[in-house]
């Protein structure tokens, strides 16, 4: 049985890595699967909750901010500037700052960083869903 090797890499380091069955992360051109051997690629990513099936059958839920995938010969890589661990992330603290980035946006400011900061959010408070089982 073929497995995906993931690296999940930021700015500070490698913020996970291992054996998974199964990638899925967000593109600019939309959401994208990775299975073993898949066709070598590179994308853009958007800030996204990540989720890594891993081959011990646990799901890993990363928050990226943007970056690109690579996949090539088995291995998938995650690059982007900032990454953390869903079972990390504070739900009642990211909902908040979803809230913030809304009012933001409803107030009629929709340059490219509170875009940015509200997609952020939104990635945060759907991987600490998904890592409390919601």
Do not use: Y
């Amino acid at each position: 049985m073929s497995v995906l090797r993931v690296e999940v890499v930021a700015a500070e380091g490698i913020a996970w890595e291992g054996d998974a069955l199964s990638v899925i992360a967000r593109t600019t051109e939309g959401d994208i699967g990775v299975l073993p051997n898949h066709e070598p690629m590179l994308a853009s990513l958007l800030p996204c909750a990540a989720e890594v099936l891993t081959t011990d059958g646990n799901r890993e839920v990363v928050v990226l901010d943007g970056g690109f995938i690579s996949v090539a010969d088995n291995r998938v890589s995650l690059l982007s500037p900032a990454a953390r661990i869903a079972a990390e992330i504070d739900l009642k603290a990211a909902e908040h700052e979803l809230v913030a980035a809304e009012k933001r946006l409803n107030a009629g400011e929709i340059d490219d960083e509170t875009r940015h900061h509200f997609m952020r959010a939104q990635a945060q408070v759907k991987a600490a869903r998904l890592a409390q089982g919601h």
